[in-house]
């Protein structure tokens, strides 16, 4: 399993752009990169996941370099309700490597 | 709606008495995972189930037992709970054409206590 390392904290304001990068250098051929959201007392939600080049849903972009070995976490104009931690995991699922969560990144959104 | 639910959502037990967890699904996915999550830490794999089939991470203490009697139920037996296993206890499912993607569903979780 690729281990990911990213940011353990990071403080935002209500209206901006949060950015979370993700550093994966280990990235196998057949990994995804899966992003995931877990408020307070919650189990996580999965956010928005992709393989390369960049990805965006209603809830975050997904944007990933060519060399797939980090990948960035984008979400537009936070709200108070963003706070949360945000998980980065990187493997191939399907190959029998199991979902192995790296630290998070706790995201505070202050008014 | 489709969803994973677990119960109780809070459980306090004694030190040494068994407890049981309960995860359901209504997605009709064929894994189902467990997972223990202590404070301010990630969620870590305990084991899951693929169908039938029983997978155990080799770090799970033998204290934890699991049963998946159908394609939408799945127990988590804590045999002899210690002051140690206080945690969040999380359920999730995953279906087989998400599996290469990470895309797992989890429920709400069961915080357990131990007295």
């Known amino acids: 399993l690729a281990k990911t390392t990213q940011p353990i904290s990071m403080d935002s304001y209500e209206g901006q752009e949060v950015n979370i990068t993700c550093s994966h250098n280990?990235?196998?051929?057949?990994?995804?990169i899966t992003w995931y959201q877990q408020f307070p007392s919650q189990g996580p939600r999965f956010i928005i996941q992709g393989y390369k080049t960049k990805v965006t849903n209603e809830v975050a972009s997904l944007f990933i370099p060519a060399d797939r070995k980090s990948s960035t976490l984008s979400l537009p104009r936070v709200s108070l309700s963003d706070t949360a931690v945000y998980y980065c995991?990187?493997?191939?699922?399907?190959?029998?490597?199991?979902?192995?969560f790296g630290g998070g990144t706790r995201v505070l959104v202050k008014p | 709606d489709a969803m994973v639910i677990q119960n109780p959502r809070y459980q306090v037990t004694q030190f040494g008495k068994p407890v049981t967890l309960s995860c359901s699904q209504t997605l009709n996915h064929n894994v189902m995972y467990w997972y223990q999550q202590k404070s301010s830490q990630a969620p870590k794999l305990l084991f899951h189930y693929y169908d039938k089939d029983f997978n155990n991470e080799a770090d799970t203490p033998d204290n934890f037992q699991s049963r998946r009697p159908n394609t939408s139920f799945c127990f988590l037996d804590i045999r002899s709970p210690g002051l140690g296993d206080a945690a969040m206890y999380l359920c999730?499912?995953?279906?087989?054409?998400?599996?290469?993607?990470?895309?797992?569903?989890f429920g709400a979780g069961t915080r357990l206590s131990v007295l």
């Open positions: 999730a499912t995953s279906k087989v054409a998400e599996l290469a993607k990470n895309i797992q569903y």
């Open positions: 995991l990187v493997g191939d699922g399907a190959a029998g490597n199991k979902l192995t």
């Open positions: 280990n990235i196998a051929t057949n990994d995804y």
